[in-house]
């Protein structure tokens, strides 16, 4: 009998060692531990036996349950850090993988064409500069030559907040231009910036939002003039829609802080529907601009026998739509997410002229 519970244990000593998953584990001890295995069976014999031999042989087969019970538990320790170890190399993640093709946000194609500009401007020498969309009457309006009973106030369709303890009433800006003013009074010439950000009026069709962008563009210096404006327009709008040359048309016009002011159109074809800038028999109005009045440039300290310069507005969300090819500026802001999905640009693709603007 003890020979038999000594070679059972070899036995199963060697089945623990060959078992080399779980499962085969699992199965060693059913047949060894189980209700049925070859342990539990010897167990079972000891009820048959005399109390003599119960007594030697009931601590030897306990020893046996015991140690095949830790033979087991040891083994299955192993195997379980062997499988943990196997399923931490699969699941590892890559992060050299690079992110780019997973679907998840974009960049809205306003916030592209903005990135786009700058990316342009910067290239020719133009710092990015900022104000408040929340703007006070002087900067919106009367430093800009608008003073309040001038009748280009009628033309912005402006929305006024509730005036403060002093009578002021701030606006939410109309245009960009207050940006001229906040930089001309905080800056020395030469100044060259660009103002690109939201713009509110009060008006709202396919065309028109109530809330819209603008790109200001502002150049003071000694000797600034009107060439200088044109082949800078021609070298943004070149570089913009990427085409080789573009045909500029400027049309004289009249905005209170720009004389003389001109509004400058592209030529392009519509072709089959698709815009095509360039060439072509069309023309397309793309922006307003002229040379800084003289009393702009006085309101904010600067001396215009030294000093001129030009400056131009320009509607981004229109720049876009030609761009990209959308024909309804509403569709920006209804946060469509198919619309996002199909129009936005990948995130981590920033515009740059020597990579490709809009690849
Ligand atoms: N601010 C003008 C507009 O909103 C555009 C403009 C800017 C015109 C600068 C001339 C110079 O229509």
Redesign the pocket.
Known sequence: MQDQISSLRSIIEDEVGAANDLAALEAVRVATLGKKGSVSGLMKGLGGMSPDERKTMGPLLNALKGEVATLIAARKAVLEDAALDARLKTERLDITLPVLDHPSGSVHPISQVMDEIAEIFAGLGFDVAEGPDLESDFHNFTALNIPPEHPARQDHDTFYLAPDANGDRKVLR????PVQIRTMMSKEPPIRIIAPGRTYRSDSDATHTPMFH?V?GLVIDKDTHLGHLKGTLEAFLKAFFEVDAVTLRLRPSY?P??EP?MEVDVQCSFDGGMVKIGDGNDWLEIL???MVNTKVLEACDLDPTVYQGF???CGIDRLAMLKYGMNDLRAFFDADLNWLRHYGFRALDLPTIAGGLSR
Do not use: M
């Not at 109309?174 to 231009?177: G, I, L, M, R, V």
């Open positions: 109309t245009h960009t231009s603008q200001e905005f802080f720009t002011s307003g601009s002229g400056a131009f507005g």
